[in-house]
């Protein structure tokens, strides 16, 4: 058993075959591209016409609330519409990084269909936890953070010893290498903390970060157990995680 998965582990650094993780970045992209949030479609307008556009988009497909919990109908289906939106340019980006770094991997071990339903189902129960928890909201809340951390939580129990390249502020933002069992718990407490502080943080749902991580952990520990953990060493896919 153990020297499958050693193969495994190898055969996804070195090469990791992961239709779904670039699939969902390659949607995300394409999305946010064509919506107002990119400003490259002259078709939104300028000024107040495109800030305006913005936040009908935005209250359109993202989950509000307030309306979430009044029933309305269109509403039901934004937890997962939500996913595919995102806020700006930054916002994107920092995004797909964490999903091209972190979800080849997590694709490879659990097999294309699981993940990408494990992916929408860690998502839509983060943003759903995270409007429940300020039921009366009408602010749009849009983005894949949510099923990401999610993956980061899967990520965790699967491979403890994958080494990551992080950026650490305190360190000069000098990269480094650790494995995944110090950057990842790291992070996330940093997003515990950083919900406790939520009113000081506008614009940012650390609380669905939480919620996905804890989800994304919980499930790979109760699906895989500790006998089908991966126990050798290995080596993430380049990229940059910064906590």
């Known amino acids: 058993m153990r020297s499958t998965w050693n193969r495994a ?11 779904m993780t670039h699939g969902l ?23 107040e016409a495109l800030i305006a556009a913005q936040r009908a988009y935005f ?3 993202g989950v509000v609330p307030a309306e979430l919990f009044s029933g309305a109908p269109r509403a039901v289906l934004t937890p997962a519409t939500a996913l595919f939106v995102h ?7 920092g995004n797909m990084l964490f999903l091209h770094v972190f979800g080849a991997m997590t694709e490879e071990r659990m097999g294309r269909l699981e993940f990408a339903l494990f992916y929408l ?39 403890p010893r994958a080494r990551v390249t992080s950026l650490f502020p305190f360190l000069l933002f000098l990269p480094l290498r650790f494995p995944a069992w110090v950057v990842l718990p790291f992070w996330a407490s940093l997003q515990w903390l950083a919900a406790g502080r939520a009113t000081e943080s506008p614009g ?23 006998t089908s953990r991966v126990k050798s060493p290995a080596k993430a896919p380049e990229g940059e995680h910064q906590p």
Not at 9 to 19: E, F, H, K, L
Not at 25 to 47: K, M, Q
Not at 216 to 222: E, N, S, T
């Open 121 to 159: 189902g860690c998502g839509a129960l983060a943003l759903l936890g995270y409007a429940a928890a300020d039921a009366d909201s009408a602010q749009s809340l849009v983005g894949a953070s949510g099923a990401i951390s999610g993956v980061l939580g899967a990520f965790l129990f699967l491979f």
């Open 9 to 19: 582990v190898g055969r996804a650094v070195r090469d990791p075959s992961a239709p």
């Open 204 to 226: 940012v749902a650390y609380l669905a970060h939480v919620i996905g991580f804890s989800l994304g952990f919980l499930y790979a520990w109760v699906r895989y157990g500790r």
């Open 59 to 61: 209250g359109h497909w």
């Open 87 to 93: 806020g700006s340019w930054v916002h994107l980006l």
């Open 25 to 47: 970045i390659a949607l995300c992209c394409f999305l946010f591209v064509i919506g107002p949030a990119a400003g490259l479609i002259p078709a939104y307008g300028t000024g």
